[in-house]
Structure formats: C-alpha cells, structure tokens
C-alpha cells in the first residue's frame, strides 16, 4: 500500500506556511550547566542574556541561523518532570560531522550516536543534552 501526499496551493484562504528560520525555546533545570553545554562543548555562541529581578532567567545561543532560548525552570511544574521526551531537534550543516562530532567530544562531550551515513543520503550523530532534549546534527553525504 503506498500514500500519496499531495497539496493544493490553488486555495489561498488555507495558503501554506512558509518559514524562513526556526528558533526554539527549552526550559532547563541548571541554566548556568545548560550555557556551559550549549556553548562550551556544542559550540554555539551566547547571542542574548535575560535577567529577572536581578538573576539570569534566560540566554539566547546561535550556530548560525539556529537559536536556542534556554529558560530558567521555576519549578512551577515540578522539578522532577521529564524535559525532552518524545521528540528531537535536528541541525543541518554543510560543515564535516565527522569533524564537529570530534570536537564535541575533544570538549568533553559524549554523543548519543557517532557519526554514520543513513540510507536517505545523510551523515549524522546524535547527542542529548543536561535535561534529555535529543539533537541530531546532520549533513547531506558527500558524494
């Protein structure tokens, strides 16, 4: 049995998204151990610091166009509740993953998966990150 997908720009009262970027947002448990492992062995850069009666509640990270806004869990929900379940977040990257995976763990990083070409013609390793929110980071497979 197969499936077709199709769709129908024809109708524009249901015109369909077009995104330009994606940020996201995660709330963290240890801001300050979520920075250090977001900037310090990842390798993005801190682009934005926010402050809330004069504490750090939130910081921005960048690799290029990705953004992450790590916030400050409050507790308000619960301190033991699970972060990160069910989904991942993937980055896509024209740059060698065999080289940012080394670099990562040359940093202390340890990787979910090491880098390995997949049957749909992409090269890829996983991590997780302090809360469990999993990453892949990805590249298209050099021919």
Known sequence: MSTQVTTDSSNTAHAALNGTSLSVSLTVKD?????????????FAIDQKYERDGQLSGVVVRA??????????????????????????????????????????????????????????????????????RWTISSPRAA
Do not use: C
């Open 31 to 43: 801001l300050e151990q979520s920075v250090h492992w977001y900037s310090d062995i990842v390798g």
């Open 64 to 133: 290029g166009a990705v953004r992450v806004l790590l916030n400050r869990d409050d507790g308000g929900r619960g301190w033991d509740r699970v972060k990160g379940e069910g989904f991942s977040l993937q980055i896509i990257t024209e740059q060698s993953i065999d080289a940012i995976a080394s670099a990562i763990r040359a940093r202390g990083g340890v990787l979910g998966s090491e880098p390995a070409d997949m049957p749909w013609g992409a090269r890829v390793f996983r991590l997780s990150d302090p809360d469990g929110y």
